[in-house]
């Protein structure tokens, strides 16, 4: 029997907290997978509705006595969706990235530099 949550207005509807944990790479970057982690919760509203007649054959669409007492087919809709973010890695993740590219940036150009140098003293 599914459980249902009937608001002020009389619809049928339900709360869920669900967690995400996104791993996000960079291709092509000698790199530790992942590149960084956004991690936290969907705050989610659910709301039960009637299906559409072109809905009816569905897997989602099913007989509800729970919500209505008539049977009805009806699915779940999200109809109110927010993120609560706990934990994000992308500031240390492009720090260490930009520190890397300009460190390697210096220490060729130095190179180049010593290089050029020495091709002048033996001319």
Not at 60 to 86: Q, Y
């Amino acid at each position: 029997r599914q459980m249902c949550i009937r608001d002020r207005h009389g619809t049928c509807g339900a709360h869920a907290r669900v967690m995400f944990d996104n791993p996000n790479n960079l291709r092509g970057l000698p790199w530790p997978q992942p590149f960084f982690r956004c991690a936290g919760w969907y705050l989610a509203r659910l709301e039960r509705v009637p299906c559409s007649p072109a809905e009816r054959g569905r897997v989602d669409c099913t007989v509800s006595e729970a919500c209505r007492g008539d049977r009805e087919h009806s699915m779940w809709r999200i109809t109110h969706l927010e993120e609560e973010i706990a934990s994000n890695t992308v500031v240390p993740s492009v720090l260490m990235l930009v520190t890397l590219v300009v460190t390697v940036v210096w220490a060729m150009s130095r190179l180049w530099k010593r290089q050029a140098g020495s091709k002048r003293k033996e001319a």
